[in-house]
């Protein structure tokens, strides 16, 4: 259980979520994306517009990978971009192949995910993030099955995102790669996020 925790997290920054397990850092990721709902409190997005839903701006991307076996690679993406943004078909498989080719499985598009090892299917449960533009995007360990070049491959996606005045909020124990990232600790005691605070 998570009490008394306040924080503010800010259109181009990258706020990692540390702690030790079970401290509630899924938790709170999943609280975020509208899974759970608060006993106290309130999650609220600000914007220009006002108070926004938050779900509907969110990626998530869990413990899962959210692959269908019975689909191929591309089925996987060509489906989740259609739920999430729609467009014609040849603008979701332009947007299935760039985000294939970025996780280096443009290769392996035909192949039936189910028979795809757990690291594949991790770079294909990740390019979810490519096929469907949304502002904010909640990681829960996102590094889990993934080799150290394909960590650098979500740390550059993750970049662009910021760069684009995107937000990151990611539950993880090990480094992501990123440059400059405001970490909150759960725990015991629960601090104010700042950028000198290190996992």
């Known amino acids: 259980m998570i009490s008394d925790l306040s924080f503010t997290a800010k259109a181009g920054e990258a706020l990692l979520v540390v702690g030790p397990n079970g401290a509630g850092k899924t938790t709170l990721i999943r609280t975020?994306?509208?899974?759970?709902?608060?006993?106290?409190?309130?999650?609220?997005?600000?914007?220009?517009d006002g108070d926004r839903d938050i779900a509907a701006c969110c990626h998530y991307v869990g413990h899962l990978t959210g692959v269908k076996a019975n689909l191929s690679a591309a089925e996987n993406l060509a489906f989740w971009a259609a739920y999430f943004d729609g467009g014609d078909g040849n603008a979701i498989?332009?947007?299935?192949?760039?985000?294939?080719?970025?996780?280096?499985?443009?290769?392996?598009?035909?192949?039936?995910?189910?028979?795809?090892?757990?690291?594949?299917?991790r770079r294909l449960g990740l390019a979810r993030l490519i096929v469907a533009s949304r502002p904010i995007w909640l990681l829960d360990e996102p590094t889990v099955s993934l080799d150290a070049a394909s960590t650098e491959l979500?740390?550059?996606?993750?970049?662009?995102?910021?760069?684009?005045?995107?937000?990151?909020?990611?539950?993880?124990?090990?480094?992501?790669?990123?440059?400059?990232?405001?970490?909150?600790?759960l725990g015991a005691r629960?601090?104010?996020p700042s950028p000198e605070a290190r996992p």
């Open 32 to 48: 975020i994306a509208g899974f759970i709902a608060p006993v106290a409190g309130s999650v609220s997005l600000k914007g220009d």
């Open 93 to 121: 498989a332009e947007r299935v192949d760039d985000a294939l080719a970025h996780f280096g499985l443009l290769d392996l598009a035909d192949y039936p995910a189910g028979l795809l090892s757990a690291g594949q299917k």
């Open 190 to 192: 629960t601090a104010t």
């Open 154 to 185: 979500l740390a550059k996606l993750i970049q662009q995102h910021l760069a684009g005045g995107g937000l990151v909020i990611a539950a993880t124990h090990l480094p992501l790669g990123l440059d400059e990232p405001v970490y909150l600790r």
